[in-house]
């Protein structure tokens, strides 16, 4: 689900709080069942959204499910309500581990599960459940109620179950399954106490200045004191004729400090993080009390980035789903056109995400939005079903799945090697010539005679702006030419496998 990666967004305003009503007694049974030690969670209830004047108008219960489909969302169609929590190692971004809960509309048959996807059946701690190739374990709570575990621990599955519904979590967390309860549709929230300190704080300010300062007279220590008492992040999504969305940051401390610039310093947050999105650019910002939010209109298609982003821990939840069919193989009835359905299906999720990737990439507007994208499709496709599937296909799979993170990982790098540069571009200094008796000295030596010499001195502040902006152009040209030439081979290993499995199976791929 990597929870992580995406909640770097901040959220929801007291516009979105509306009286309790029953959706309460509703989430109970799925908050209670979240492990000790969460500082994720992530809240969707499908049916209300689907049932919202939007979802109707566009018609995004049909386009949800050929998304399904696909492998573009793991929310399986016929699904009531999904959360999803996980503990987050927040230095590295990486989860420890993650569960995922799904309410559906009908029972999910295990055996289904076990038998298509490659799984074991087993029971633990009395209820069944099925061991799947991914590490990751599925447990039937109820009938309709299905969690699911990874990694796959045998023991720590069987603590999750025996811990019933009477975990506790976090206060921030618990705040925000508040809005759920109160009906917001989806609600995201990641727990931030105790997670940096003033001095962390204050040294990347003074490292890589953020925009959003320049120009202001701050006091950096006071700065660094407030951020550092942030207590976590939210975001929580509305709907009407349109989406809306409010992103909010709470802090134990006042952030009268931050009345200037909170909006902007959280919105240049989110851009370097990679978690904009082009919506943000006409939200409205406010700093009240402990609190700095963003909030506005949503579009379509920046909803469907921030869902995308979020996915089950594993990819085989609802089995008992109905998949869109392969169009050019008739029902399997051997083994052969089996694998010829179940590969095409694997080839035909690859290349749609792939051609999804290729728009969203047209979209972003920095390299952290880039990276954030080429991670995020390299997990979609890891976490495809691969029973059945052919051993070259999946080897395809593989590849683009590496070469996606290796293009992650240059432009991450990219974003590495400019907060450097930037530092030894800011601290550069440039040797000065003076007069003297009539005669000048220049920069890089003498021009005439006479008396005088050098000094060296730092950069003037738009020096050291001009020299830090030509670094960023420099590392993005760099990186652009490295992720293209990784696309491209990616673009021609596609055409190849895909001419192979056409004469392999006789079938269009």
């Not at 990874?150 to 599955?157: I, L, T, W, Y």
């Not at 549709?185 to 300010?205: C, H, M, N």
């Not at 193989?329 to 010829?340: G, H, I, K, Q, R």
């Not at 008396?451 to 902006?469: F, H, I, K, P, V």
């Amino acid at each position: 689900m990597t929870i992580g990666r995406f909640l770097r967004f901040f959220a929801l305003g007291l516009a979105l709080i509306v009286p309790l009503n029953s959706a309460q007694a509703q989430w109970d049974s799925l908050v209670g069942r979240v492990p000790r030690g969460a500082n994720t969670i992530a809240l969707f209830d499908v049916q209300k959204i689907l049932a919202s004047p939007v979802a109707k108008n566009e018609e995004w219960s049909t386009k949800f499910d050929r998304m399904y489909a696909s492998g573009l969302t793991s929310i399986p169609p016929g699904t009531n309500r999904v959360l999803l929590a996980s503990q987050v190692d927040l230095e590295f971004m990486e989860p420890i581990w993650e569960v995922g809960l799904v309410e559906s509309n009908s029972p999910v048959p295990l055996a289904t599960v076990a038998r298509t996807h490659g799984g074991t059946l087993d029971e633990v701690s009395g209820l069944s459940a099925v061991a799947l190739p991914d590490d990751s374990v599925i447990v039937s709570f109820d009938a309709k109620t299905v969690g699911a575990m990874s990694p796959g621990n045998r023991q720590e599955v069987g603590r999750w179950i025996r811990a019933g519904e009477n975990n506790p979590l976090s206060a921030y967390l618990a705040e925000g399954v508040r809005f759920a309860t109160s009906g917001t549709p989806i609600i995201i929230a990641l727990d931030l106490q105790d997670v940096v300190t003033p001095v962390e704080i204050r040294r990347k300010l003074e490292e890589n200045p953020p925009a959003a300062l320049k120009g202001k007279q701050v006091d950096l220590a006071e700065i660094s004191q407030v951020l550092s008492t942030i207590r976590g992040v939210t975001l929580g999504i509305t709907f009407g004729e349109r989406p809306y969305c409010a992103i909010k940051v709470d802090f134990f401390d006042d952030t009268a400090a931050l009345s200037d610039f909170g909006p902007a310093l959280l919105a240049e947050v989110l851009e370097r993080r990679g978690a904009m999105l082009d919506d943000m650019a006409n939200w409205k910002g406010k700093v009240d009390g402990k609190r700095v939010s963003l909030e506005g209109p949503l579009s379509t298609d920046g909803l469907r980035r921030i869902t995308s982003l979020l996915s089950l821990p594993t990819s085989t939840m609802h089995s008992a789903t109905k998949v869109e069919e392969a169009t050019a193989v008739e029902t399997p009835s051997d083994p052969a056109t089996d694998m010829a359905v179940a590969t095409q299906q694997y080839f035909k999720s690859v290349t749609r995400m792939l051609d999804d990737l290729r728009g969203q990439r047209g979209k972003s507007q920095s390299v952290g939005q880039i990276g954030v994208w080429f991670d995020n499709y390299a997990r979609k496709i890891d976490r495809l079903p691969m029973v059945g599937v052919d051993p070259e296909a999946l080897d395809y799979g593989g590849y683009v799945a590496a070469t996606l993170r290796d293009a992650a990982m240059s432009v991450k790098g990219v974003g590495i090697r400019t907060r450097v540069r930037k530092v030894e571009a800011s601290n550069q200094t440039v040797t000065e010539g003076y007069y003297a008796g009539g005669y000048r000295y220049g920069r890089y030596g003498a021009y005439g005679g006479g008396y005088g010499g050098t000094y060296e001195r730092g950069l003037t502040g738009t020096e050291a702006d001009s020299a830090r902006a030509q670094v960023s152009s420099q590392e993005r040209a760099i990186g652009a030419v490295s992720v293209n030439t990784l696309l491209q081979d990616v673009q021609n290993a596609t055409s190849d496998m895909r001419r192979k499995l056409t004469q392999k199976y006789m079938i269009e791929f």
